[in-house]
């Protein structure tokens, strides 16, 4: 069971990157997902979680209208499409995966997620 993130680098503020979170070993589309960054010195927070179902959505307030999630369940990998990037986006980003409790159940915080992917840095400057 592994999930690899990529497509992380270097954007200029007001750009966009999209990363992704492929998936071996398991179904993707059996699982929960959690988009999750952590800034150097800071915890890791939750950015974008979506249900097994894809009928429930969590942002944060901060991603809130610039970030989006999907899924290519031929790939057997998630998205994160990030727009109208800002400094403050800078972190490692982490993608995780959870059977949680039910198709519609999503996780907001770290420690509800089973697997994780490497990480892949996102840094945002001019």
């Known amino acids: 069971v592994q999930l690899q993130a990529s497509g992380g680098g270097l954007v200029q503020p007001g750009g966009s990157l999209r990363l992704s979170c492929a998936a071996s070993?398991?179904?993707?589309?059996?699982?929960?997902i959690g988009w999750f960054r952590q800034a150097p010195g800071k915890e890791r927070e939750g950015v974008l979680c979506?249900?097994?179902?894809?009928?429930?959505?969590y942002y944060a307030d901060s991603v809130k209208g610039r970030f989006t999630i999907s899924r290519d369940n031929a790939k057997n990998t998630v998205y994160l499409q990030m727009n109208s990037l800002k400094p403050e986006d800078t972190a490692v980003y982490y993608c995780?995966?959870?059977?949680?409790?039910?198709?519609?159940?999503?996780?907001?915080?770290?420690?509800?997620?089973?697997?994780w992917g490497q990480g892949t840095l996102v840094t945002v400057s001019s």
């Open positions: 995780a995966a959870a059977t949680g409790g039910s198709s519609w159940w999503i996780g907001e915080t770290p420690n509800e997620y089973e697997y």
């Open positions: 070993g398991f179904t993707l589309d059996d699982y929960a």
């Open positions: 979506i249900s097994s179902s894809d009928g429930s959505t």
